[in-house]
């Protein structure tokens, strides 16, 4: 069942400053909706915390008519919300498989099953490597595992943070149209970056955060065709 994301008033700190003020944000089911802004915007930190992984000091994160701020990571992933960090936090010392079975746990085994089947069919190059150490893998191989960690619960909404991170343009060409596809398939993809061509490739809408708050909102053609906007938002960072 598909569910869009609505995001609102959220204020979140870090070592007891503000750095999100009250973002208002959508994020709907069957579409590509790419976060662009430049460092330390507070992108990253609103993947923490619509993961659960940070507390958030105020607002309303719905998922569908679920509200799960202040939910715990497991309760955001069992109610169809999975992110994948920035910097691709794997279990380096285990195997693919094992990193596949660790992010499915909190699902039955028969969803689990599929889910797994799910993740391999997106990413077939992992078929072969399920038994190798997850530290011994590429850099592209490793941001495949972490997305098949997230695509193997099966999510309602999936929330990437930095796909293109130390990647290889022609891996990031591979990595991409997954998300395309998945959003096709109904759920809501956030994917956020701080180079906009990847994501702005790939998105239907776009919003352009800076200093913890939204400086553009539209689609993602419009953004394309106005890279002055883009620029500005860098620009005065
Ligand atoms: N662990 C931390 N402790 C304290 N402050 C932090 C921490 N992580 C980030 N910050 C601060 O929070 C603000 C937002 O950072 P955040 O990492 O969310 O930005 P970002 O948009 O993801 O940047 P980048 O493009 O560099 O990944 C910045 O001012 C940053 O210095
Ligand atoms: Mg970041």
Redesign the pocket.
Known sequence: MSADLTIHDLVVA??G?Q?LHGLELSVPAGAVTALL???????????LALGGLLPLEQGSVRLGDRELAGASPDTVRKAGLAVVP?GRWLLRGLTVEDNLQVATYPLSRREARAGRERALALFPELEKRLTSQASLLSGGEQQMVALAQALATNPRVLVV??LSLGLAPVVVRRLAPVLEQVAAEGTAVLL?E?FAEVALGVAHHAHV?QG?RLAFSGGAQELRDNPELLSGAYLHA
Do not use: F, T
């Open positions: 870090r070592a400053r750095v802004g430049p460092n330390g915007a507070g992108k990253s930190s609103l993947v920035e943070d930095e956020i701080q955060i913890g």
